[in-house]
């Protein structure tokens, strides 16, 4: 194990968003602010409480997981393809550095950005509107879980994606509706049994229903469901994207 420049290559990725902290951080917390305001202060006048909990107190940990993923994927897909792009990976491939260290650098760049805006989202909520965490140490777990998760499945999107079109059309087309159709403003319950059943096969609805449980201790499905998936989701995408950095497809041009 290089560590010398694998803890370069790590310091240099999360020194590269809080660099620009007013792209990068400074967005998720006022767009949460925003959807507080909203979509909580307003709709709750007209849907008071869902499972007992006021709404605004509802929809926060989906807020806060939107966040915590969008950010995390977003750092290393964007890393990732701006080096490809500016011909600065073959610099990089060239570094005493194994395919395995290059993605786990990159990756804890990702997670490290995730965890910091979910974790302000949070700190947001319980100032703004006195959330209750019910297990402060699961939540940040589980904030941790799904920031390595898509922390790696963003360096897999980077790999993949030849331009910024394709980058972007990955995430709208795929991680934006997963995103607001994982019951983030609503619960499952609400919706039809076909619907519902759609919603069994989306990823994120068991990222969102985990940390709800975690700070409100409600959700649609078993908290075991969802710790079961954020592990499965972590384990398979850093192996993915680790193997495809050390067989240079995609990545060698």
């Known amino acids: 194990m290089n560590w010398v420049g694998f803890t370069t290559l790590v310091m240099r990725e999360v020194g590269r968003f809080f660099s620009v902290y007013r792209q990068t951080v400074l967005p998720g917390v006022i767009t949460t602010a925003l959807y507080i305001v909203i979509f909580g202060f307003t709709l709750e006048q007209r849907i008071s409480e869902i499972q007992g909990v006021p709404y605004t107190l509802f929809i926060l940990p989906g807020l806060i997981m939107m966040n915590t993923l969008n950010n995390a994927?977003?750092?290393?897909?964007?890393?990732?393809?701006?080096?490809?792009?500016?011909?600065?990976?073959?610099?990089?491939?060239?570094?005493?550095?194994?395919?395995?260290?290059?993605?786990?650098?990159?990756?804890?760049?990702?997670?490290?950005?995730?965890?910091?805006?979910?974790?302000?989202?949070?700190?947001?909520?319980?100032?703004?509107?006195?959330?209750?965490?019910?297990?402060?140490?699961?939540?940040?777990?589980?904030?941790?879980?799904?920031?390595?998760?898509?922390?790696?499945?963003?360096?897999?999107?980077?790999?993949?994606?030849?331009?910024?079109?394709?980058?972007?059309?990955?995430?709208?087309?795929?991680?934006?509706?997963?995103?607001?159709?994982?019951?983030?403003?609503?619960?499952?319950?609400?919706?039809?049994?076909?619907?519902?059943?759609?919603?069994?096969?989306?990823?994120?609805?068991?990222?969102?229903?985990?940390?709800?449980?975690?700070?409100?201790?409600?959700?649609d499905s078993p908290v075991l469901i969802s710790y079961a998936m954020a592990i499965s989701l972590t384990l398979l995408f850093t192996m993915i994207s680790i193997l495809l950095m050390q067989s240079g497809k995609k990545i060698k041009q």
């Open 73 to 219: 994927t977003a750092n290393t897909s964007s890393s990732m393809l701006q080096m490809k792009l500016l011909q600065q990976l073959p610099d990089l491939l060239t570094a005493p550095l194994s395919g395995f260290e290059i993605s786990i650098a990159y990756i804890i760049g990702g997670t490290v950005r995730g965890m910091v805006n979910g974790t302000l989202v949070l700190l947001l909520g319980m100032l703004l509107i006195q959330m209750p965490v019910k297990d402060p140490l699961g939540t940040l777990v589980f904030i941790f879980l799904v920031s390595w998760a898509f922390s790696s499945m963003g360096l897999l999107l980077g790999q993949l994606a030849e331009s910024w079109d394709q980058l972007a059309m990955m995430q709208n087309f795929f991680l934006t509706p997963l995103s607001f159709l994982g019951g983030i403003f609503y619960s499952i319950k609400m919706l039809p049994d076909w619907a519902q059943t759609l919603s069994f096969i989306n990823p994120i609805y068991y990222m969102i229903n985990g940390i709800r449980y975690t700070i409100l201790g409600v959700s």
